[in-house]
T-cell receptor
Framework: GAVVSQHPSWVICKSGTSVKIECRSLDFQATTMFWYRQFPKQSLMLMAT?????????EQGVEKDKFLINHASLTLSTLTVTSAHPEDSSFYIC?????????????FGPGTRLLVL | QKEVEQDPGPLSVPEGAIVSLNCTYSNSAFQYFMWYRQYSRKGPELLMYTYSSGNKEDGRFTAQVDKSSKYISLFIRDSQPSDSATYLCAMSAGGYQKVTFGIGTKLQVIP
């Protein structure tokens, strides 16, 4: 149980294009989903927290117009990187809170590697 | 001072050794403690989950929490090359507050 999927697993795009990443909780309902960014040899950096049916809460320094988050259902959240630039190249990981044990823990997706040329 | 401190390593051990991974923290409100394993280019995988102080064992893995010292540990017995990964500690105060992660310790188990 508590499986989170993420799609695509990797994407290469041209500078200026938008990229959408999907995050799904497959066997549990996730009222809260999180989006992280991870640079090589660094820890997870929380970008935003999204609750189903409401606007996402962004961490300080994260541009909400750049990283659009939609949490339309209890099993799906999407992150859209708008007008991507090379500096947006990174490893993006989503996680969902819920499942078992009680919902304090977070379960992570496999990550999406984004390369912007 | 960071809320959670974790030595990034790398830590190299021979196969079969007992591995000790540790984190210290400063927020006395933390009550939920987790250990995640992250293989290269993959998302973190939940290994152990502990509430409050005490020990928890699962196979070759043992998690310990000492709230009085604000110190948590993960022990891996009979380490295997497949244990080579980055191990992140994580903790929260509960009440669905934000989970705070350590930077992760890179472990290499040498055959």
């Amino acid at each position: 149980g508590a499986v989170v999927s993420q799609h695509p697993s990797w994407v290469i795009c041209k500078s200026g294009t938008s990229v959408k990443i999907e995050c799904r909780s497959l066997d549990f309902q996730a009222t809260t989903m999180f989006w992280y960014r991870q640079f090589p040899k660094q820890s997870l950096m929380l970008m935003a927290t999204s609750n189903e049916g409401s606007k996402a809460t962004y961490e300080q320094g994260v541009e909400k117009d750049k990283f659009l988050i939609n949490h339309a259902s209890l099993t799906l959240s999407t992150l859209t990187v708008t007008s991507a630039h090379p500096e947006d190249s990174s490893f993006y990981i989503c996680s969902a809170r819920g499942g078992t044990p009680p919902g304090e823990t977070q379960y992570f997706g496999p990550g999406t590697r984004l390369l912007v040329l | 001072q960071k809320e959670v401190e974790q030595d990034p390593g790398p830590l190299s051990v021979p196969e079969g050794a007992i591995v000790s991974l540790n984190c210290t923290y400063s927020n006395s409100a933390f009550q939920y403690f987790m250990w995640y394993r992250q293989y290269s280019r993959k998302g973190p995988e939940l290994l152990m989950y502990t509430y409050s102080s005490g020990n928890k064992e699962d196979g070759r893995f043992t998690a310990q929490v000492d709230k009085s010292s604000k110190y948590i540990s993960l022990f891996i017995r009979d380490s295997q090359p497949s244990d080579s990964a980055t191990y992140l500690c994580a903790m929260s105060a509960g009440g669905y507050q934000k989970v705070t992660f350590g930077i992760g310790t890179k472990l290499q188990v040498i055959p």
